[in-house]
């Protein structure tokens, strides 16, 4: 069973929230709440695996409650502003149901939740014992469509707005609608580093590093960031012969 709770404001959407969640066979309504500040002080206390929450509420917003979690369960927002769905994304919410919504979209909701509740208890379920297998390729979504990556093509990554574009070898650069601490996060550390604000790159594609810059190709050079200098410059270090 997932263990939730519904958060909104106003009584009509609670209980309407409520009562799908009471019909949905694998999920456990834990408790409704009519504010995000009485949900706060749930969390803290209770295990909790999926929240449903309005966005705009008085005294403290969804947006800014599901940024407070440290231990972040699946969140599926509920409202009625569009607005906040890119913000969404950028914060890895499992869904956006737009109100006003119906049983069969919020059981879609639901079934996503599920997915996800499943591979996290499969996760658990593995010896630890076992040693973690670095993939070799990563899927991003681009053109309405999954493109799956060799990780060992591609030269740099570059954030731009709310999109990335990801640079790889013999192929065009590919946007995708991501956060650079997501893919970073995909990426093996050892072959990666981000070495500015806007820029991620593949340590084994580096040709030159000159007046901090990186060269990369004719004419390519990636900055380096001063928050980023020193573990870059300790990574030369370990990697040259004599001084640098």
């Avoid at 009584?11 to 009562?19: E, H, I, W, Y």
């Avoid at 969404?88 to 149901?97: A, G, M, T, W």
């Avoid at 970073?184 to 593949?202: C, D, G, T």
Wanted: proline share 5%; aromatic share 10%; hydrophobic share 40%.
């Amino acid at each position: 069973m997932i263990r939730c709770i519904a958060i909104d404001d106003e009584p009509l959407a609670l209980s309407q929230l409520s009562g799908y969640i009471l019909k949905v066979p694998f999920l456990q309504l834990v408790k409704s709440c009519n504010s995000a500040l009485e949900a706060l002080k749930l969390v803290s206390s209770t295990p909790i695996d999926l929240i449903f929450t309005d966005i705009n509420m008085p005294d403290l917003n969804g947006m800014d409650f599901v940024k407070s979690l440290t231990n972040k369960p699946m969140i599926i927002f509920t409202t009625a502003y569009s607005e906040y769905a890119v913000e969404s994304f950028r914060i890895d919410v499992l869904d956006y149901l737009l109100k006003p919504f119906g049983y069969s979209d919020f059981l879609k909701a639901a079934n996503k939740a599920l997915i996800q509740y499943e591979l996290l208890e499969k996760d658990k379920s593995r010896p630890s014992s076992l040693p973690k297998q670095e993939s070799s390729s990563l899927y991003v979504k681009a053109d309405y469509k999954m493109i799956r990556l060799d990780i060992n093509t591609i030269l740099y990554l570059e954030s731009q707005n709310e999109y990335v574009r990801i640079y790889s070898e013999n192929q065009r650069p590919i946007m995708t609608l991501a956060s650079m601490k997501a893919l970073e996060e995909q990426l093996p550390a050892n072959k990666f580093m981000r070495v500015h604000r806007s820029y991620i790159i593949n340590l084994q594609k580096i040709i030159a590093v000159t007046n901090n810059r990186i060269l990369y190709g004719k004419d390519i050079y990636i900055p380096i960031g001063n928050q980023y200098k020193e573990k870059f410059n300790n990574y030369l270090k370990k990697h040259s012969l004599g001084k640098i």
